[in-house]
């Protein structure tokens, strides 16, 4: 059987960033995998207020990461969504960037993170009226009374590739979450090792998947 080159036979995702890195980190290797879904990723907010990592320099590194990935389409929303109320970022998502998508991937609504949680509540509002499904992706600020129940193996060479990618967040590479000890731990555990799965990326569905 010829593996599937769609993400769970989805053709065109939606997925929420809260900040430039965030899908990156949780779950690019992902899209790196399944070439024939289509990502169109909205990043929420500025990313950054002091000079090395203000606004440009942040969507900069974004859009570096993702140079040469035709699957893939950046949105850097006109206002920092931080700062809005939830019904002026959802007005502006189904006006401007919401069409024909089957699916929305937000942050999970156990992350510690307050904003990263204002953004996964946007889902729910978001599949309101369409037939969309929703599932959430890990970070690194999630908590651990999260429990996945879909998981994306990553072959060695996605999981390279990635890394490599990651060093594209210049603003960022200091910070301890993007040591190789902290990148290894966050795709990789004791349960899915023993199933022979090395690196993965971990995902949650609350809401019945459409096909």
């Keep these: 059987m010829t593996p599937s080159t769609r993400f769970l036979n989805f053709t065109k995702v939606l997925g ?118 929703l599932i959430e992706y890990f970070t690194p600020s999630t908590s651990l009374n999260w429990v996945p129940n879909l998981v994306v193996n990553l072959e060695n060479e996605i999981y390279a590739s990635k890394k490599q990618r990651l060093q594209e967040f210049k603003s960022q590479i200091n910070k301890t979450y993007f040591s190789d000890f902290c990148l290894d731990s966050f795709h990789s555990s004791l349960e899915f090792t023993k199933k022979g799965l090395h690196w993965v990326e971990k995902f949650r569905s609350n809401a019945t998947i459409l096909f």
């Design 16 to 133: 929420l960033s809260p900040h430039p890195d965030d899908i990156e980190y949780g779950m690019s290797g992902t899209i790196l995998k399944y070439p024939d879904t289509h990502f169109d990723l909205v990043c929420m907010t500025k990313g950054g207020n002091c000079d090395e990592t203000s606004s440009s320099n942040r969507h900069q590194e974004m859009q570096n990461f993702w140079n040469g990935i035709p699957n893939v389409t950046i949105h850097i929303i006109n206002f920092d969504a931080i700062e809005e109320g939830e019904d002026v970022i959802i007005n502006y998502l189904e006006k401007h960037i919401l069409d024909k998508h089957e699916l929305i991937l937000t942050p999970s609504n156990h992350d510690n993170h307050f904003f990263h949680k204002k953004i996964n509540n946007l889902g729910p509002a978001l599949c309101r009226i369409k037939p969309m499904s």
